[in-house]
């Protein structure tokens, strides 16, 4: 079969310029965004429609619909938020390692959030937060719902055999926690312990706020 050449083709906002070397044993290609940026992306993702840009389309919409959804004061909304931004923002502190993993979010998802509510129910409130069911898979369809915060300790396994993926959060193997150690500047900020990665990823945005390195 003959191998499919996308150089020169255009997906969404993605200019394809050159090949690139295979990203997880898949076709990838270098590809230029309509706003200047590089980004590598498998031939799945651009001919899938899965990804359109390096990441500035997701963020605008997204920036758009917050003031536009009418769902600005619901409880939830702030997960929903939270959600959106470590999947699609590479400037939130937990980007790269939901990159690393692949973990994807439904389109509709990013762009309405009453979409994502239709989806994953009523909210029960409390400590409920959002967890994805097979924790190698996305934000997607079947595969979300609200969860109290032990509940998603215990979908967290994956977590035990790798590192964060993220500058700033390391796993400490003899406590089973996740230690909070930013260096900046020669300087060194500690943030704490936490059994739950997501708590990490709070403190650690809390610290890069503070010496202004947040969004």
């Known amino acids: 079969m003959k191998k499919l050449d996308l150089k020169d083709c255009k997906y969404g906002r993605l200019l394809v310029t050159n090949e690139a070397p295979n990203v997880n044993g898949r076709t ?29 389309l997701a963020k605008e919409t997204a920036s758009k ?7 600005g004061y619901e409880p939830w909304i702030a997960q929903w938020r939270a959600m959106v ?16 993993r692949g973990i994807s979010i439904e389109p509709d998802f990013i762009v309405d959030p009453w979409s994502f509510y239709k989806e994953i129910g009523e909210y029960p409130g409390g400590d409920y937060t959002i967890e994805r069911i097979d924790n190698n898979k996305g934000y997607i369809r079947g595969n979300i719902k ?12 994956l977590y035990k055999n790798n590192k964060s993926g993220t500058s700033g959060i390391l796993w400490d193997k003899k406590r089973q926690q996740w230690k909070v150690d930013k260096r900046h500047n020669k300087k060194r900020y500690y943030g704490g312990r936490y059994d739950d990665l997501k708590d990490a990823e709070k403190a650690l945005n809390s610290i890069l706020e503070e010496i202004g390195l947040g969004d």
């Open 28 to 56: 990838a290609w270098e590809c230029i965004c309509d706003c200047g940026k590089k980004i590598v992306v498998t031939t799945h993702s651009l001919r899938s429609g899965h990804t359109k840009s390096c990441g500035c």
């Open 65 to 71: 619909n917050y003031t536009t959804h009418g769902a």
């Open 85 to 100: 931004r470590r999947t699609t923002n590479p400037k939130d502190v937990a980007y790269e390692h939901y990159k690393s």
């Open 146 to 157: 609200w969860a109290t915060q032990a509940e998603n300790n215990m979908n967290k396994s």
